[in-house]
């Protein structure tokens, strides 16, 4: 660990074992004299470290007869777990920070034992406290986000003895101890295998398709709806059933030239959303009832908490900060509004246009007419007066012309200036 880490366990009841057996068991693992320099790093509250084990069951058969309830739950004690950066605090001061820790966490109404090992390069505080408190009336209720409220204590004792604490990254952005390799179906992997093969080698036919999945490792049955099967799989894998981009018909068009291959997008994840917070004093004047008045309190605590999460997400440590995203959030709303009304605008008049080229395409043969009459006008009307109907035309055949020749302007207009 490169810097102090905290983490709490609920230590449960093991299958075929006794409570009593489990709890000799974990406590005697820490208590290990080869990781506690023979016992010296060792602290105990209300309990003594020979004999914690048995009174922690004193403790709970004193609450089944005050409280005349037996345990239903397997969960026995619960552990925390404290590291610190290595070279950075001594054993004995460690120890007194995970006493001191313990003190403020539980207030004094469990009892617990405190270890420090240094067996390892960093030094490291096991915590283990009961379930049951010390007067037999209650357990130690597992909140919720507990294990957020012992990171908080827990830095902030660190901060008040001058020790570096684990700075909050994003979920994604976050050192594990061990990096196990992302889950991928079958039908994942074979998408993506089949992706590297279409986008980097050149192939002639869906045959040398199959015969490149077949170097990849893959067997291939081949018939009339060709199938794969990979190592370690029961059952061949069909190509139409790993979705659009990946049937049969579509591999042999990209393969053909007539198409091209694009892996589809992967979904990002969706943003948590968290809500305002609820008035409960104005609420409790609408005479709202206590039941609504406890809801209220619950729900206002949960957005708070998702609050508090998100900014940590963020990385947004001031209200500056956030001003300052909350405004340029703003300036690129307006932006992407003025592009979009632009947009709008300029479809608009494409709407304009297409209706003048429309017109223009019905009364065209109209206007071809109306030239070729007048160029004959004067023989035609001198020589056939019955053929002059041809050229007095109504007054909405007129105004049916005059629009064709004003849509064919517009549109050269427009064609001029795109």
């Known amino acids: ?77 619960y552990q925390v777990r404290q590291s610190f950066r290595p ?82 990254k994003p979920y994604r952005e976050r050192q594990k101890r061990i990096l196990y390799p992302p889950k991928e179906s079958n039908r994942d992997k074979l998408c993506t ?82 809500g305002l917070l609820v008035d409960i004093p104005t609420k409790m004047a609408e005479s709202k009832t206590s039941g609504y008045k406890k809801w209220a309190t619950r729900f206002n605590l949960k957005e708070m908490s998702k609050t508090l999460l998100y900014l940590q997400e963020k990385k947004i440590d001031s209200a500056d900060e956030l001003r300052e995203r909350a405004a340029a959030a703003t300036e690129r709303y307006h932006t992407l509004g003025d592009s979009i009304k632009a947009a709008e605008k300029r479809m608009g008049e494409i709407a304009v246009l297409r209706a003048h080229i429309v017109n223009y395409a019905k009364t065209r043969d109209a206007y071809a007419a109306y030239r070729k009459a007048r160029d004959e006008k004067s023989r035609t009307f001198s020589s056939n007066p019955k053929r002059s109907h041809i050229l007095r035309t109504s007054s909405r055949s007129r105004r049916l012309i005059l629009s064709s020749i004003v849509s064919f302007a517009v549109w050269l207009k427009c064609t001029r200036t795109i």
């Open 87 to 168: 070279g950075e605090v001594t054993p004995e001061e460690a120890n007194k920070i995970g006493y001191e820790f313990a003190e403020r966490f539980l207030k004094g109404k469990h009892a617990f034992i405190v270890a420090t090992h240094t067996d390892r390069a960093h030094i490291h505080n096991h915590i283990i406290y009961n379930s049951t408190a010390l007067d037999g009336t209650r357990k130690f209720r597992d909140f919720y986000f507990s294990a957020l409220a012992v990171q908080r204590l827990s830095d902030l004792i660190c901060l008040e003895h001058q020790l570096s604490v684990i700075q909050k």
């Open 1 to 77: 660990m490169e810097l102090a880490a905290t983490r709490l366990i609920a230590m449960r009841k093991n299958k075929g074992k006794s409570i009593a057996a489990c709890l000799n068991n974990h406590t005697s693992y820490i208590q290990n004299p080869d990781k506690t320099e023979q016992g010296e790093l060792v602290s105990s509250y209300q309990c003594s470290p020979l004999t914690v084990d048995e009174e922690f069951m004193l403790t709970k058969r004193l609450y089944e007869q005050t409280t005349g309830r037996r345990q239903k739950s397997d969960v026995i004690a």
């Open 193 to 274: 295998v089949i992706d590297n093969i279409l986008l980097h080698d050149k192939l002639k036919d869906f045959a040398a398709f199959l015969d490149a999945l077949e170097q990849q490792g893959y067997e291939v049955k081949r018939g009339k709806h060709p199938s794969v099967k990979g190592k370690g799989q029961r059952r061949f894998i069909r190509f139409r059933t790993l979705g659009a981009g990946y049937t049969e018909e579509e591999i042999k068009m990209v393969l053909d030239g007539k198409a091209e291959h694009q892996p589809p997008p992967k979904q990002p994840l969706p943003e948590k959303k968290f």
